[in-house]
Antibody, heavy 116, light 109 residues
């Protein structure tokens, strides 16, 4: 079955960087973009961007340009999202999702807490 | 950045019809997607490409789009439909930036 399994929760200091992984299985990995979406505590969903898992081309939300980097390793069907210069308001659950039309699968989410 | 606007809350009694709207300037040209999110869970797609329903989603969920507004309709809402609902779409720029609406809390009681 289709699965997206994310790395575990992290606690980071302000100014540090985070890197969350998302391992896909059960489908043609390079056939679908992987999007990253975050949700701050008690807040709504926020689209961060996507990566074309075949070409590596990325498309980031303007808000995160210069601070986010999405990469992919097709040999292990894993996508990574790295966010730098962390602030307290980056505290959120980060989700990866692979979707196209009806094909729509989400990881379990990774809680990243930014605190001094 | 592109904005999609939803009402913060909608409330209906069980069996009534709930309608949740999503407005955005690019919706005449771009598809809308609707997600249901229950507390502590990942979102679930309930409508894609404006009006299509994924397999496994009850028939009471339907979608429509006209002009700059997309609408999610739940006909005969059930208590278990109580959740947050988000619309998603992309802007009309060549870069196709995505955006979620602010979310609508649906209360069924």
């Amino acid at each position: 079955q289709v699965q997206l399994v994310q790395s575990g929760a992290e606690v980071k200091k302000p100014g540090a960087s985070m890197k969350v992984s998302c391992k896909a299985s059960g489908y043609s990995f390079t056939g679908y973009h992987v999007h990253w979406v975050r949700q701050a505590p008690g807040q709504g969903l926020e689209w961060m961007g996507w990566i074309n898992t075949d070409s590596g081309v990325t498309n980031y939300a303007e808000k995160f340009e210069g601070r986010v980097k999405m990469t992919t390793d097709t040999s292990i069907t894993t996508t990574y999202m790295e966010l730098s210069s962390l602030r307290s308001d980056d505290t959120a659950v980060y989700y990866c999702t692979s979707s196209s039309g009806e094909f729509d699968y989400w990881g379990q989410g990774t809680l990243v807490t930014v605190s001094s | 950045s592109y904005e999609l606007t939803q009402p913060p809350s909608v409330s209906v009694s069980p069996g009534q019809t709930a309608r949740i709207t999503c407005s955005g300037d690019a919706l005449p040209k771009k598809h809308a997607y609707w997600y249901q999110q229950k507390s502590g869970q990942a979102p679930v797609l309930v409508i894609y490409e404006d009006r299509k329903r994924p397999s496994g989603i009850p028939e009471r969920f339907s979608g429509s789009s006209s002009g700059t507004m997309a609408t999610l309709t739940i006909s005969g809402a059930q208590v278990e439909d109580e959740a947050d609902y988000y619309c998603y779409s992309t802007d009309s720029s060549p870069n196709h930036k995505g955006a979620f609406g602010g979310g609508t809390k649906l209360t069924v009681l």
